[in-house]
Structures are given as structure tokens and as C-alpha cells.
């Protein structure tokens, strides 16, 4: 039986060579090819929003992509079948492969989330996702807060401590910080919310960085609302735990404007 050709990934993105090595002493070659077209596709989603390839455009030929990554045409071929299914781009046989407009992108899609809070995200963008936030968070803490069990209390508890614990840099500040926020979703018992924890995870992340500026610190009264919070769903109390995460929001967005505005050359739209 022949054996299987490997794909090589020397100029393929964020591959490391000892990952190429170690896969290939394994035999594992199908491993191998979904991670070289996953990291093709993360390349090239990145760029697509950050608008290096414009939507309307036509990415280069397919024979020119293959050799920018060294890789065959199935991996390119599943590499654009990603991007497909985010609705990214749109394959025509004879045209080419085209970026789709932007409001068809699958702006929900977490990995779509994330290349956008990669690639300088402006002032509007973000406010838009602090909507999305300020629709669903405050009236999350309001049902969390409506009947609470010792459970989910004690999870955003050791949340909340943990935040308090890190808040000088000394731990992981923004994972404590998700957990918290990400708790109260899982708390209010609705399989709707709580199935949001994964559409919004990149988003709360984005915020959560750039509110804390990299996540080093928190400023004392942002933790203090966060207390104002798990207290009230502590004291089973909705208004409170409504009002209270509202302020919060309505403070972190303009933490993050300010932090945007303070790096420089972030456009407001």
C-alpha cells in the first residue's frame, strides 16, 4: 500500500514544527490535515475581517493559496469549506471564491467573534456587542436572583472571590471574570440563556480585556458592582440584581471606549 503523503505546513500559520513531527510519529495523518486547514482557515478569517481581502472581493486562485500555505488542494478545499459554513465566503465554479458581504457573516459564531476583537475592533462595534450584553445580562441576574439555589450561589461566589483574589494581577483575572458573568447565565436555569454562554464567550473576553486593559487589574468599584450583583442574587433579589448589572454594563462600556481611545487610531466606526 502507498504511503499516505503528508501535507507539508512549513509556511502553513501558527503550526509549530514539533506539532508536524510528533503528529507524524503517530501516523495520525488525519489529525495532522484538520489541524493545517483549521489553522488556514483561522489565517485567513482573520484576514478576511480585518479586511485584507474585502468583502465583495475574490480571494487569489486557488493555485496561488496552495502555495502561500504548501498544502494540497483537499486541505485547501476543507480550509474553505470552514470559512463556507461561517458564511465568510461563496465558491463559483469559473468566478472564483468571493468574500460575502459582511451582514452575512455569522457574526454569533465564536471563532467569527474573535478574529473581529483581533483585528482593532472600533468603538461601534464593540458598543454593539455591549447591546447584545445589556439585552440579555441584566434580566439573566434578574431570573438568577428569582430563585437561586445553593449551587449556582456558591459557583458565582468562588467567582467573585477569585476576581477579588487576582484583581492586582497575581492570577487569571479574566477567567474568573467569565465565570462570574457566565455563572449568573447558567444560574437563571433556561436552556435558552444558558446556551448563549457560548455564542457570547468571545465577547465577554474581548470586553473583560480591554475593560481591564489587558486584564492585569480591575479597577476597585468595578469589582464592587460585581459584589452589588452576586450579592443581591445572593438576597434573591431580581430589581437588584436587574439594576445592578445594568450599572455595571453601562460603567465597563465606557471603560472599554476609553481604553480604545487611549491605545490610539481606533476609528469610531
Known amino acids: 500500500m502507498a504511503r499516505m503523503r503528508i501535507p507539508t505546513i512549513d509556511r502553513a500559520p501558527n503550526v509549530p514544527r514539533s506539532l508536524v513531527n510528533r503528529t507524524s510519529r503517530r501516523g495520525d495523518g488525519d489529525a495532522l490535515k484538520r489541524n493545517i486547514y483549521n489553522q488556514i482557515a483561522y489565517k485567513l478569517g482573520q484576514e478576511i475581517v480585518a479586511g485584507v481581502y474585502p468583502a465583495g472581493s475574490l480571494l487569489p486562485n486557488a493555485a496561488d493559496m496552495r502555495a502561500r500555505f504548501s498544502v494540497s488542494r483537499p486541505v485547501l478545499r ?20 468571493r468574500v460575502r458581504p459582511r451582514a452575512d457573516w455569522s457574526l454569533l459564531d465564536p471563532e467569527v467573534l474573535a478574529w473581529h476583537l483581533q483585528a482593532a475592533p472600533t ?36 467567582a467573585y472571590r477569585r476576581m477579588e483574589r487576582f484583581k492586582n494581577g497575581t492570577g487569571d483575572l479574566i477567567v474568573a471574570d467569565l465565570e462570574f458573568h457566565t455563572g449568573i447565565l447558567r444560574a437563571t436555569n433556561n436552556q435558552f440563556l444558558a446556551a448563549l454562554v457560548g455564542l457570547i464567550h468571545a465577547a465577554l473576553k474581548c470586553a473583560f480585556e480591554f475593560s481591564w486593559q489587558g486584564a492585569a487589574h480591575i479597577q476597585d468599584d468595578r469589582l464592587l458592582q460585581h459584589k452589588a450583583i452576586f450579592e443581591a442574587i445572593r438576597n434573591r433579589d431580581p430589581e ?6 445594568a450599572e455595571l454594563l453601562r460603567d465597563s462600556i465606557e471603560d472599554v471606549r476609553g481604553y480604545l481611545r487611549q491605545r490610539g487610531g481606533v476609528p469610531a466606526r
Request: hydrophobic share 50%.
Open 240 to 245: 437588584g440584581a436587574r439594576d445592578r448589572m
Open 123 to 158: 468603538e461601534h462595534f464593540v458598543g454593539e456587542l455591549f447591546a447584545l450584553r445589556e439585552m440579555v445580562e441584566p434580566a439573566a441576574a434578574a431570573l438568577a436572583a428569582a430563585s437561586p439555589s445553593d449551587t449556582t450561589v456558591e459557583q458565582i461566589a468562588d
Open 78 to 97: 476543507e480550509a474553505y469549506s470552514i470559512l463556507s459554513a461561517k458564511s465568510l465566503i461563496l465558491a463559483r465554479p469559473k468566478i472564483g471564491t
